[in-house]
């Protein structure tokens, strides 16, 4: 049985092609897998792939919802994502005040 964490650097090796064929796809689903699991770098990596389109259609809404997951959980670098996605009204409301909040 996999883990979260063996998932997500499972993901990590498919979408650098590290030891296998790049395969974002694949990545994306393994995140994913992780993701649902609970894995806040996995919530994130699958914000980023969402962000920019990598192994899935880019999607602002589903970056911001993945980030939000991330986020809640304490990860820095989604809190950073999501405060972002505030700051520029992408794939939520635009808000100032909630960016400076999750951003700092």
């Given at each position: 049985?996999?883990?979260?964490?063996?998932q997500?650097?499972?993901?990590?090796?498919?979408?650098?092609?590290?030891?296998?064929?790049?395969?974002?796809?694949?990545?994306?689903?393994?995140?994913?897998?992780?993701?649902?699991?609970?894995?806040?770098e996995a919530?994130?990596?699958?914000?980023?792939c969402?962000?920019?389109?990598?192994?899935?259609?880019?999607?602002?809404?589903?970056?911001?919802?993945?980030?939000?997951?991330?986020?809640?959980?304490?990860?820095?670098?989604?809190?950073?994502?999501?405060?972002?996605?505030?700051?520029?009204?992408?794939?939520?409301?635009?808000?100032?005040?909630?960016?400076?909040?999750?951003?700092?």
């Open positions: 049985r996999h883990t979260p964490l063996a997500s650097n499972l993901g990590m090796f498919y979408g650098n092609g590290t030891g296998v064929v790049q395969d974002e796809a694949e990545a994306v689903r393994l995140y994913r897998l992780a993701a649902e699991g609970g894995h806040a919530q994130n990596a699958v914000g980023l969402y962000s920019k389109g990598i192994g899935v259609v880019e999607s602002a809404a589903d970056a911001a919802r993945w980030f939000g997951k991330a986020a809640n959980q304490g990860n820095t670098e989604a809190q950073y994502n999501l405060g972002v996605c505030y700051e520029l009204g992408n794939g939520v409301a635009r808000d100032n005040a909630t960016a400076i909040r999750w951003c700092r």
